[in-house]
């Protein structure tokens, strides 16, 4: 259910008058669509038998120029970046084409049997990304081991030492230090392709034409070929089968290699990249999972953590460099069960 909007939103005020001389009518509805883990804001709008989606990104924490550019980029790919009618940069405001209600999320759980399909689709858009945008994807921010250390420390700083209490002398931080090693050299040794660094079930809308519907971009970058790929299969918010999962894998690895991306030289060092990669990216979610509560005032991802930690359990005692990190992690965090890890303090 969305909030209320409220009278003295000076924010939302402003946008009803942005509105109103793009639509040329005050004729127009508008309710709270979403928000996200940043500062914007989406609503819905609706006039003339059409809805549209407004963004509010306040420009003084916000910069929409990085979204219009990146959709462009997208929608040059064949994949479905929403089109925007107009904006307004200097106050924050876009208007965007309406890619519906359906999130991935809340069609997988109320329908487990569509994830093939979904899953389908949302590969070979990826694949498309990836190979559509092979020269233009160098343009972007280089996903580099200052950002890598920088994602991966969300882990220990908000995580464990925030969150946890665990200090930066204790055993599982100066395991997490070793294991940050290993991890940002696997990373960096992969094929770089476009990225768009949060393809997942949240950020993806089951559309009736060019599904899916591709949302929350505007932070792309240049980087590793599995990170998207492990973003959209070891979902923070939905979890499935570890077979299932390598077997669309691999099979997102024979889409990709077909539009002539570089997946690596076999399916091994594929899987195997995938893998790593994966413990990097939730590594980083139950960082700014923490962060979110703590900084910004919103709990409501810190139930996912739990689920995000139990991919690093599964995963890392595959590798010999990571065996240590894991144990201490069972010991010392996920020893302390789902409540606490969870919890919420004043």
């Known amino acids: 259910m969305t909030a209320p909007l409220l009278n003295s939103d000076a924010r939302v005020a402003l946008l009803r008058q942005w509105l109103l001389k793009v639509l040329g009518s005050g004729d127009f509805t508008l309710e709270r669509a979403s928000e996200d883990a940043s500062f914007r804001r989406y609503f819905r709008i609706s006039a003339q038998g059409q ?20 959709a462009g980029m997208i929608r040059s790919a064949s994949a479905h970046a929403p089109q925007c009618r107009a904006s307004d940069l200097e106050q924050g405001f876009l208007l965007l084409e309406d890619l519906g209600h359906l ?47 920088r994602e991966m420390a969300l882990f220990t700083d908000w995580f464990l030492e925030r969150h946890l209490g665990f200090g930066p002398d204790s055993e599982i931080q100066q395991a997490a230090t ?8 696997q990373a960096l040794a992969q094929p770089r392709v476009f990225v768009h660094r949060d393809y997942h079930s949240r950020n993806l809308m089951r559309c009736d034409s060019g599904n899916p519907g591709v949302l929350d971009f505007q932070d792309a970058v240049y980087g590793p070929v599995t990170y998207d790929l492990v973003s959209l299969l070891r979902d923070c918010y939905i979890r499935w089968p570890e077979p299932r999962v390598r077997t669309w894998a691999l099979q997102f690895r024979q889409m990709a290699r077909d539009k002539g991306v570089d997946v690596g030289p076999d399916e ?27 900084r910004d005032g919103k709990p409501g991802y810190l139930p996912d953590v739990p689920r995000t930690l139990s991919y690093i359990e599964t995963v890392a005692p595959r590798y010999e460099a990571l065996q240590d990190f894991a144990r201490l992690l069972r010991r010392d965090v996920l020893s302390l069960g789902p409540e606490k890890i969870s919890r919420i303090d004043p």
Do not use: C
């Open 51 to 70: 809805t549209w989606i407004a963004m509010d990104a306040p420009p003084e924490k916000e910069d929409s120029r990085p979204f219009l550019r990146v």
């Open 103 to 149: 999130t991935y999320l809340n069609e997988l759980v109320r329908d487990p049997e569509l994830a093939d399909g979904l899953y389908r689709d949302a590969m070979n858009s990826l694949a498309d990304m990836q190979a559509g945008l092979a020269s233009e994807a160098e343009t972007l921010p280089p996903y580099d081991q200052a950002l890598l250390d």
């Open 178 to 185: 070793v294991a940050f090693d290993w991890i940002r050299e």
């Open 268 to 294: 091994e060092q594929f899987l195997a990249w995938f893998d790593v990669m994966g413990i990097q990216r939730h590594l980083k979610a139950s960082g700014i999972f923490a962060r979110l509560w703590y």
